[in-house]
Nanobody, 115 residues
């Protein structure tokens, strides 16, 4: 059974940085492909960015140049580095992993950007 666990969320001020981590346990193939999503105050879940098995990353326009995704295969961990955070980045961040048997999600970690 695949499990994902996010960590690293916090309350920060605008302009500060955070690094979220997503640990994937279970029988998924390394390297992992993982996507990050954010559920904002409107409760909709929006795609933030992702990394493919080949290491290609992509991001939503609003975070390009500020967020970056990296991967440590030895730790089965995917990171979301978030720099120059803005109030509109506030939300619950989830990591998601797709296998042939379905989509797997973590429980989320709260990021609040507030002065």
């Amino acid at each position: 059974q695949v499990q994902l666990e996010e960590s690293g969320g916090a309350l920060v001020q605008p302009g500060e940085s955070l690094r979220l981590a997503c640990v994937v346990s279970g029988g998924s193939t390394i390297p992992l492909s993982v996507a990050w999503y954010r559920r904002g105050v409107d409760k909709s879940r929006a795609w933030v960015g992702g990394i493919t098995t080949g290491g290609t990353t992509d991001y939503e326009d609003a975070v390009k140049g500020r967020f970056s995704i990296s991967r440590d295969n030895s730790k089965k961990t995917i990171y979301l580095q978030m720099n120059n955070l803005k109030p509109e980045d506030t939300g619950v961040y989830y990591c998601q992993h797709t296998r042939s048997d379905g989509d797997y999600w973590g429980q989320g970690t709260q990021v609040t950007v507030n002065s």
